[in-house]
T-cell receptor, first 113, second 113 residues
């Protein structure tokens, strides 16, 4: 059974710092991995989608990497801003079976001015 | 703009009542999903539908029902059999299977009064 773990559960950093959020998964048979952002009381906003054949994806100050063989992904946020404060969730789409997304529990990020 | 619309944003239910949460998408996606989110528990799948007139139970389907009469719509009914319905409910959609990502709505917060 696929399991997704995100470490740390919470992170507090000063504004301007570069930071890395970690995501690990137990089964490398995936189609893709997706990073989402969730603000309090809001839905999920997709940040980056990495296909299993890709090593990384970039969008603005965000860079996500994928090492499928080791079951790991990282989300790198450059020059963090208070507006980056949110919960970040990663999810994998397994190959086979029902192919439903499997989510981690998220990392709550606070960027202090 | 294409997207997923969930309504209402807030919903209050009295004990013993059934309530229906609406989810509509104009993305022409085949698959739609309902998740429940509780603090500290992450997202849990309630029901999903991969084609019109067909749906499957997820991990926590008891006390819930769905229908999929149109491709664009996937309403969720929270029945009186659901003993602890207070939660944040998220609807999502995806283009078929495989390498496509998910798109989420903005959520409905249901509270039992």
């Amino acid at each position: 059974k696929q399991e997704v773990t995100q470490i740390p559960a919470a992170l507090s950093v000063p504004e301007g710092e570069n930071l890395v959020l970690n995501c690990s998964f137990t089964d490398s048979a995936i189609y893709n991995l997706q990073w989402f952002r969730q603000d309090p009381g809001k839905g999920l906003t997709s940040l980056l989608l990495i296909q299993s054949s890709q090593r990384e994806q970039t969008s603005g100050r965000l860079n996500a990497s994928l090492d499928k063989s080791s079951g790991r992904s990282t989300l790198y946020i450059a020059a963090s801003q208070p507006g980056d404060s949110a919960t970040y969730l990663c999810a994998v789409r397994p190959q086979g079976g029902s192919e439903k997304l499997v989510f981690g529990k998220g990392t709550k990020l606070t960027v202090n001015p | 703009d294409g997207g997923i619309t969930q309504s209402p944003k807030y919903l209050f239910r009295k004990e013993g009542q059934n309530v229906t949460l609406s989810c509509e998408q104009n993305l022409n996606h085949d698959a739609m999903y309902w998740y429940r989110q509780d603090p500290g528990q992450g997202l849990r799948l309630i029901y999903y539908s991969q084609i019109v007139n067909d749906f499957q139970k997820g991990d926590i389907a008891e006390g819930y029902s769905v229908s999929r009469e149109k491709k664009e719509s996937f309403p969720l009914t929270v029945t009186s059999a659901q003993k602890n319905p207070t939660a944040f409910y998220l609807c999502a959609s995806s283009t078929g299977t495989g390498s496509y990502g998910y798109t989420f709505g903005s959520g409905t917060r249901l509270t039992v009064v």
